[in-house]
């Protein structure tokens, strides 16, 4: 669902915001410089190309970001749904926002014919998408940067978008973009 005008409310689903931009997120974090907690990290991280926000007193208070990317292991290339840019008001968080931001994420990405989701996390942040049924990556992901390919210091996480999708094995994922 596309929420083009900004002024309905969501309910208890996730709707695809028409706009969104750093003022967006720097609201939504509370006016924190570094709301993601990225910044120290020598990672150039790629843009989202769509949004999903949960509205609640007419405003976005969760938000996730969704692209389409290309990631190799064992020499056997596909795509992805890459999830990023999740970040939950801090006065709305503990309610389950971020499970139905992601999952309008993930949502899009099913209807757009996507088998698996990959998102790239905090090591504090990863129980909670193991808890939403993440998968912990054994081993760290090297994707895309402006110097060339590196890993990226972050933990990676997989789950199924497709029914009975399963990430492959074959070894260390290597991501064919920035990572988001």
Sequence with gaps: MTDGSGSAESGSAAVELATWGWPEVRALGGGAADPFEV???PVTWRPKDRHFGVR???RVVAHAGLVTAPVEVGGRRFEVAGVGGVIVDPGWR???LARIAVAGALDAARADGLGLALLFCLPDRAPLYARLGWTALPDPVTADQPDGPAPVP???MW???AAGARWPDGGPA???????
């Design 39 to 41: 910044g120290v990290l």
């Design 56 to 58: 609640r007193g007419g």
């Design 94 to 96: 503990g309610q389950g």
């Design 154 to 156: 972050l933990g990676a």
């Design 159 to 161: 789950t199924a978008v």
């Design 174 to 180: 290597r991501l064919h973009s920035l990572p988001f």
